[in-house]
């Protein structure tokens, strides 16, 4: 008889066992990223060999990716603690979105509406009243500057102060001094707070209520969801929702039909403004074009990093900032 000897079948198993283990199915996300990433170096100038190595090396870098935060870590708990939440959690993973990817995202989805809402004039000036009653404190602090000295009474306070008993116990002649500068103090104060108050109400002109920045973080998920798993999922999303919400204090009920609905008022709101924005970028192109001899394309192409022109550059931010410019709100 003769020996039986392995078949060339039998490597060709251990070597894809050894494969299973050895590679990992990437992220399609992450994937496309890498692609856009090689593509943009590729069109700056670089070579493909230079443009395969960066890549390269940021796929090394997102795998080095930090490990999840105590936040992160305490909301996973909570996950795992509600068997809604737990089996809709398991769901969304086995359709191909990364736990931990998922977990950073549902917290950036409670957190993050918060946190840009606290960076903006509405939420520290939220009413018509509040704005009222801030111009009315700066036409007191000039007032009060323009009565200071404005008397007899006052005029000869302030030039006895060195001398007065309240002064000597309370520094002296720096406190006096103090005193002395405190009209030209509050009429300072009154600028600086009139000036920062209309700067902001000019840079967030458009800003958003917390709904608002709810609603987009609302559609940024969903969005993160189909993109992951081909689907929406509304029916595994709002479990995690209101898992997140009662974790994070948010107080906040979520329903299904009613989220799905919101979602695609959100998408269409969100469709249109994109479509307007195309348009005003074009119509700047266009009007860049048309004072430099040069095509729109052109101009577009440098605007967007892949091609290298200081003057056009230059064009079109004067054009950005002619197109924003306008009287200050008051």
Known sequence: MKSRRPHSSDKRTDLSAESITSFRKRDPAVETLLD?????????GKSRADAKRSREQFAKEL??????????RGLKSAILKDAKAHKAFENLVRNGYQADALIAHLTMWAR????????????KVPTRDAKRQLMSLLDTLLLAAKG????AFQRELLNELDHHWMITENGGSKA???VTLLPDTLRLYAKVLRWQFLMDSRLFRD??????YRSEQTRIFFDLARKRTGKDRVDSVVPLFECASLHFCLDETFEEKALSQQLKRHRETFKALRER???AEKALYSRVATQLGITAEHVRSVAL???????ILAAVLAALRGRRSGPLDS
Not at 36 to 44: C, G, N, S, T
Not at 63 to 72: F, G, I, L, R
């Open 277 to 279: 924005h195309a348009e």
């Open 112 to 123: 993050a509406p918060g946190l840009l809402f606290q960076k903006t004039l509405r939420s």
């Open 148 to 151: 200071i000295g404005a008397d």
């Open 305 to 311: 990093g892949q091609r290298r022109s200081n003057a």
């Open 207 to 212: 800003g958003k209520t917390y709904n608002e």
């Open 176 to 178: 006096a001094e103090r």
């Open 36 to 44: 856009r990433h090689e593509k943009a170096l590729v069109l700056r």
């Open 63 to 72: 795998k080095e990716a930090p490990a999840p935060t105590d936040v992160e």
